[in-house]
């Protein structure tokens, strides 16, 4: 018995999108059957023994269409263990201001993993370019941030290890 796998997540840009397509590959190679789609494509659950759900965060929440694929199946993703990935600017915050806010995690965020009840969930640096718009490049020079590609590609496998440790140790008992 092969441990089925859905990576499914909602992307702003494509950044989401990569993280994604790395923990799937990761997961794969691994020995896990891995299927990664966009929960735009209302990806659906049967067959998954496992889920990973991803999303960019955007003024401090989840996309919409991530919080709409997690309300339309949130009865079937409580049948499986569910883990939660968020892509933002928070954990490449620094500075005196920035450290307040690099481990918060935002309420919305907060309410979406809680309605999941995911097993573990992990926030990642994100890519984000120079905002067009002073006041936001302004906000970001107060809070530490800087325009560029943060994602920690070690972090995502390391995360991916978790996951796939997990997923073999359930069909190790389901045996």
Known sequence: MTTN???A???ADGSTAEVADRLGQYLQDSGL???V???AEGPDLVGADTVVLGSAVHNGAVLPEFVG???DNLAELHRHPVWMFTLSMGPTLRGPIGAIFRNKLPPAV???RDRLAANA???FAGRFGRPPERKFRVLM????ARPGDHRDWADVEAWAAEIAHAARAAESHAE
């Open 121 to 123: 969930y992990h926030a």
């Open 110 to 112: 907060a309410e979406v």
């Open 33 to 35: 059957e891995v299927r």
């Open 69 to 71: 694929f997690v309300d």
């Open 141 to 144: 020079w107060v809070m530490g």
């Open 37 to 39: 789609a966009s929960v």
């Open 9 to 11: 997540y909602a992307s």
């Open 5 to 7: 796998v859905l990576v």
